[in-house]
């Protein structure tokens, strides 16, 4: 199983990022994906999870209606949407499998949000 996240960098705030996840190594349409955030000094967290399309999303409260969470099954690849970013987003953003019970990471992406 590998993750590989890209599409992070610096922006200003009230700014768009868009996250990808490319998968290999598993049959990507058959498992949930998620995303996680950690910042300096913090847990990591969950900021959104997706089922095996878009019919079944889950999100973080403090992301919801700025973040949208997506999948292209035919690209191996899930999506993480970040609009309106804000400064208390910027963190290293991770996505996850869990395949066969084990969880599985990426190597993560730094976004970083400047004021």
């Known amino acids: 199983v590998q993750l590989v996240e890209s599409g992070g960098g610096l922006v200003q705030a009230g700014g768009s990022l868009r996250l990808s996840c490319a998968a290999s190594?598993?049959?990507?349409?058959?498992?949930?994906v998620t995303w996680y955030r950690q910042a300096p000094g913090k847990e990591r967290e969950l900021v959104a999870a997706?089922?095996?399309?878009?019919?079944?999303?889950h999100y973080e409260d403090s992301v919801k209606g700025r973040f949208t969470i997506s999948r292209d099954n035919a690209k191996h690849t899930g999506y993480l949407q970040m609009n309106s970013l804000k400064p208390e987003d910027t963190a290293v953003y991770y996505c996850?499998?869990?395949?066969?019970?084990?969880?599985?990471w990426g190597q993560g992406t730094q976004v970083t949000v400047s004021s």
């Open positions: 996850g499998v869990v395949v066969r019970d084990i969880k599985y």
């Open positions: 997706i089922g095996l399309d878009d019919t079944i999303t």
């Open positions: 190594g598993f049959t990507f349409s058959n498992y949930g």
